[in-house]
């Protein structure tokens, strides 16, 4: 491996090596400085008040603004995320924490207790708080395992999966999940921690039962944060072209509570809940609990997906607007160390936020190096300011988190666009939302992934379709039904199948097949092969005569040849040795028995495989099928337009023979047609085609018609029947 090689690789999974060498820092040095001390002051206040939805104590949520940076700053491809919590994620790894530590599990006696739940029971909150901490850091450490262990087998491609639609749905379920879960501390209303399906309703219900001993103070706080912080934020939306760095008003809102708090002692004299004790420093690695993995290992499957899901999503949009790349797989990589990394210092999963995203690059950041700054900023909170922070009402903190879910909440209006547009999608959007609003977040996830994989079976097993022909004096051939000037030609039926075919589409490739043509070809062959059995009988008692000219009675006998279809028929003859009599049978004609034949007005059906991408093996045998069940009732069968790689597909699985050959295949419907009408040209100057039938006789004689001598024009029995045809 050569230097240069091995350099190539060194970047591929440092990225830092890249673009750290090219940083122009006289340019971008003084915009990354302000966008990350910006986005620090953001991510300081959001890392509190998510640490809510993971129901730990808000102090860890400070960790988790930090530590991730360091590594996705090595690691990372984007230059504008900014990595750390996000309460769609949050609130994920906060049901998998409340369904392993519920409240329940650590009542005590009232001489040990620390707490008291909502039902007057005491509870050991220090334990309960250790052992959520625990659960959360490894989830965050399971989390980042399997996001490596997805980037190195390069299966990034599995966010494609969830569609655009999908995403929009979860995330506003999550939204209001998020907005139940937060309007309890708003309210400062105790209920018990409700997870699982329903468990939004049951919160919901439980708050409102109690809503009577609302905390005024700390609603007070929650309405007046929640209404100041849309306010700004709309400012800052509709002149962010005016205003060179938006309004950090989260900040400036929790400074100002934090100081109201502190002044009128709210805590003491309005008994309003407020943070209490954030650690300052640093708690020591610890190693997570590895037996608890098997309990979280499918949340954490899912909590994988939609975290390394919204942070590339949002990364793509930045990158496509300042014109670079990022690579999915090592996203991938770089969460997961992220992760790993920041699960042993007790912090919970980590993507990205759109809010503090946008913070990040409108505030003129180039590069990661305004990340590193804004972890600069979240750690001088937890080193030195996080005392200052005490005081501050959680409601305060739940109304931060409220506030920024105004944009999710927006996608709502995305459902009648997407109505007008798709309503398929439109469907999978709302399915999906109203899936992870009953269900919970992860179930609500994997029913709208299964909705939408199943939307996809269903358009593929029943696809467009449609009869095609073609505009006068061109080679275009378009939907009979949506072109008015278009025409069929002459004795050709074109159909145009839009979808991969395979054995769970091959009946509606037959039902089309069907109501293009106007006529079911097996049902046409066995009425054929009814009344040429009747034909037969009535040839050999001399009530009908085979003529070159076609089947004619014999003068003055009453003609008993309209038999009724119910008739038996008489199965001994057809075991007699035969031998065949050429005649001409009209088949579009009337004929001289009774049996319903559908006419058949065509003599060639062209399929149009130009959206057919592959066939299955079951599809192969099917279309062969197809071709001699045509090809019995004088329906020559083409193929057009087909993708290269169908040939070699039909050949490896024996499609060709004697009777199905290469020759029926044409790059274009139009050279398709040409082809059948130099054919019909060419057969109309030759003698008639004559339908053989078999005649039923007693004897190898052979067999006269009448007792006198007969006209010229009539036939003597020829060559043996072709057995097959009439069994």
Known sequence: CSRKRAFQIAKSFLPILEWLPN????????????????TGLVATLQGLAYALLVAVPVGYGLYSAFFPILTYFFLGTSRHISVGPFPVVSLMVGSVVLSMAPDDNFLIDGSNATGINGTGTLIDTESRDAQRVLIASTLTFLVGILQVIFGVLQIGFIVRYLADPLVGGFTTAAAFQVLVSQLKIVLNVSTK???GVLSIIYTLIETFEKIGTTNIADLIAGLLTIFVCMVVKGINDRFKHKIPIPIPIE????????????????EKKYNAGIVKSIPRGFLPPEPPDVSLFSQMIAASFSIAIVAYAIAVSVGKVYATKHDYAIDGNQEFIAFGFSNIFSGAFSCFVATTALSRTAVQESTGGKTQVAGIISAGIVLISIVALGKLLEPLQKSVLAAVVIANLKGMFMQVFDVPRLWRQNKVDAMIWVFTCVASIILGLDLGLLAGLLFGLLTVVLRVQFPSWGGFGNIPGTDIYKKVKDYKNVIEPEGVKILKFSSPIFYANIDGLKSSLKSTVGFDAVKVYNKRLKALRKIQKLIKKGKLKATKNGIISEPGINNEAFETDEEPEDNEDLQVPTKE???????????????????VPIHSLILDFGAVTFLDIVAVRSIKTIIREFERIDVRVYFASYQDNLISQLERSAFFDDIVRKDI??????????????????SDNQDPIFEKISLMQESKEPMEFTEASRPDDELDVQEEVHTSELN
Request: no cysteine.
């Open 23 to 38: 940083y122009r820092v006289k340019e971008w040095l003084m915009s990354d400085i302000i966008s990350g001390v910006s």
């Open 193 to 195: 921690n409700y997870n």
């Open 251 to 266: 900040v400036i809102v929790t400074i100002v509570a934090t100081g109201i708090s502190y002044a009128a002692d709210l």
């Open 581 to 599: 009599v050429e005649i001409q049978v009209d088949w579009n004609s009337e004929l001289p028995v009774k049996v319903n034949i559908p006419k």
């Open 665 to 682: 295949f044409f790059l274009t419907v139009h050279d398709a047609v040409l082809y059948i009408r130099n054919q019909m040209t060419y």
